[in-house]
């Protein structure tokens, strides 16, 4: 694979929100068009992504109304928040259809709707924060918690002391909750206190129930462009795609020029960053971030000798925006990051590395002996039992003198009366301008020492 063919390939990766979805703009022919979205997973960046599309789909077909098919035990709270603030700044009514679960940011995300119908059977409430372990958030989260459902039960004209009870169980409301338990409603329990208009069996029958008749129906879907990036927001696939950086990376120094390496280590950064990036996680700086402990690591490696100050903040800059990168966090403001979240941020990020490590470790050699390595990389030692020669000419120059012409870290380029030959030490590090001495041979490559004395 050429550079060129890869750069192309990031390209197209980049272009993919324009094929995102794959419904298009319908000719209603004057009948009234009714979006249907799904809400039927736990509420994350992908939902939050999934949401924002099909709301500017909604708007692109200049949908009447948008029907929100929800199932969902919730989710991320700040993600739960954002799709609120979406859903209230949508100019068209939009109505959910609560066919089974609404827990949680779900209750908060139904209570953000015009209208809430519920199927026989269904439940809505219980929105009490909670952290990776099912324990209740402290109190911080809570108040928030209670603050957003309150003013969102206003907002739509529902009893905001109900929205509350919700998620605090030392709210006490007569004749509904006691002190103790969170209020989590059936149907006919919703219809009663005002959360739920209606007992429904199906959309078809909210749209009957408000008159809606001869209706385009447009059901949103994601393209399959917007799949692959759901796809890739995956903490799992991102520790994968790190452990493709890192191994990318490491097999083209050791075979330089395959190029092959390279290229599978940049689309995996690509894919990495473009999902992060296009769902509002990855911020320019985190990208900023990343790309200079990239280069601090390079500059410790081939420029800098020995292993130091740049090599430590390299990895700090590296693995903390790779964390960050996956995380809704303000400048490193985590007031409202799940633990959780943290957590399996933290783990795809040491696990890709830990990965990594382990197949520079272990897989290199095999990597070494498979047939496709040895078809782009000499492997064989050319020995001179098996016929092959050393120049003559550089067996003479065992015992000669001469100077660093470049750098030797440990290769490089020396001058020996004049000429420039390519050279290697046993591992030290030799200055630009340092006197060398020639003590072996390798093919026409040099095998030199310093005369400098330490």
């Known amino acids: 694979m050429k550079i060129k063919d890869v750069f192309v390939f990031v390209g197209m990766i980049f272009a993919l929100p324009m094929l995102a979805q794959e419904s298009t703009n319908k000719v209603s022919d004057g009948k009234p068009v009714v979006m249907v979205m799904d809400i039927k997973a736990e509420i994350d960046p992908r939902m939050l992504r999934y949401v924002k599309l099909a709301l500017e789909h909604a708007a692109k077909i200049k949908a009447d109304y948008v029907v929100i098919d929800m199932d969902t035990y919730g989710g991320v709270l700040t993600d739960a928040k954002e799709i609120v603030d979406q859903i209230m700044n949508f100019k068209k009514p939009i109505w959910v259809f609560v066919n089974s679960d609404a827990a949680s940011a779900g209750a908060l995300i139904s209570i953000a709707c015009d209208s809430i119908y519920m199927a026989p059977g269904a439940s809505i409430g219980a929105a009490t924060v909670v952290e990776g372990d099912g324990k209740a958030a402290p109190d911080k989260y809570q108040s928030y918690m209670r603050s957003i459902m309150r003013s969102t039960a206003e907002e739509n004209h529902r009893d905001p002391r109900i929205a509350e009870g ?34 429904v069996n199906s959309i078809e029958e909210i749209l009957k129930r408000n ?125 409202f990051v799940p633990f959780g979240d943290l957590v399996k941020a933290t783990f795809a990020v040491v696990g890709g590395i830990s990965g990594g490590v382990l197949l520079l470790f272990f897989g290199g050699a095999k990597l070494t002996q498979t047939k496709a390595f040895k078809k782009i990389a000499l492997t064989e030692t050319q020995e001179s039992a098996r016929g092959y020669s050393v120049n003559a000419a550089s067996k003479e120059m065992i015992g000669k003198t001469g100077i660093a012409h470049t750098v030797l870290r440990p290769s490089g380029k020396v001058i020996i009366e004049d000429q420039v030959y390519d050279a290697f030490t046993r591992g030290e590090y030799v200055h630009q301008g340092d006197g060398i001495e020639v003590i072996g041979t390798e093919g026409v490559t040099l095998k030199v020492k310093s005369t400098v004395s330490s």
């Open 166 to 199: 919700m998620v605090d169980e030392r709210v006490v409301i007569d004749s509904i909750k006691q002190a103790g338990k969170v209020i989590t409603f059936t149907t006919n329990e919703a219809i009663e206190h005002g959360y739920c208009e209606a007992k």
């Open 211 to 335: 008159n809606i008749e001869s209706y385009t129906l447009d059901h949103f879907t994601l393209g399959a462009a917007e799949k692959i990036i759901a796809f890739f927001l995956n903490p799992f696939i991102s520790g994968i795609l790190i452990l493709c950086i890192l191994g990318g990376i490491y097999f083209e120094f050791q075979a330089p020029g395959t190029m092959f390496p390279i290229a599978a280590a940049l689309v995996a950064l690509a894919l990495y960053l473009v999902p992060y990036y296009l769902n509002g996680l990855a911020q320019y700086w985190e990208i900023i971030a990343l790309l200079a402990g990239i280069i601090l690591l390079a500059a410790e490696i081939f420029v800098i000798p020995g292993f130091g100050v740049a090599g430590i903040l390299g990895i700090t800059l590296t693995a903390g925006s790779l964390v960050l990168i996956m995380l809704n966090n303000d400048f490193f403001n985590f007031e």
